[in-house]
Nanobody
Framework: QLQLVESGGGLVQPGGSLRLSCAAS????????IGWFRQAPGKEREGVSC?????????YYADSVKGRFTISRDNAKKTVYLQMNSLIPEDTAMYYC?????????????WGQGTQITVSA
C-alpha cells in the first residue's frame, strides 16, 4: 500500500522546536521530491519546504521559515524530516508532506494525512 505518514506534531511554546517526520511505504522514496506544506484555518495551503530526489537533493524554503526550518531525508529509513526551530504562533497549522515524481511523463503524487502544530504560550 502506497502511503505517507506524518508524525511529530503537537503543542509547543513560542521559541520552541519540533521535528516532523514523513515516513513512506510502498514506493522508493529516493526517486521522489518531498515537500512540506501547511494549512492554517481559513487560509490556503502553502509550501513550506521541499527537497529534491536523490539525483539532486537541493532544498528550498519559504521566506517565512528560512533560517528556522531544515529539511532532510534518510532514504534508508524512507523518511523525510522537517526540523523546526524558533517557532512562532504564525507557524500554527496542519502540516502535510507530499511525494512527487514525474517519470517518463507519468506523474506520481502522494499526500499524507497531516499532523497538527500549535504554537502557543
Amino acid at each position: 500500500q502506497l502511503q505517507l505518514v506524518e508524525s511529530g506534531g503537537g503543542l509547543v511554546q513560542p521559541g520552541g522546536s519540533l521535528r516532523l517526520s514523513c515516513a513512506a511505504s510502498g514506493f522508493t522514496l529516493k526517486y521522489y521530491s518531498i515537500g512540506w506544506f501547511r494549512q492554517a484555518p481559513g487560509k490556503e495551503r502553502e509550501g513550506v519546504s521541499c527537497i529534491n530526489s536523490d539525483s539532486d537533493a537541493s532544498t528550498y524554503y519559504a521566506d517565512s521559515v528560512k533560517g528556522r526550518f531544515t529539511i532532510s531525508r534518510d532514504n534508508a529509513k524512507k523518511t523525510v524530516y522537517l526540523q523546526m526551530n524558533s517557532l512562532i504562533p504564525e507557524d500554527t497549522a496542519m502540516y502535510y508532506c507530499n511525494a512527487y515524481r514525474v517519470h517518463f511523463g507519468i506523474k506520481s503524487d502522494y499526500w499524507g494525512q497531516g499532523t497538527q502544530i500549535t504554537v502557543s504560550a
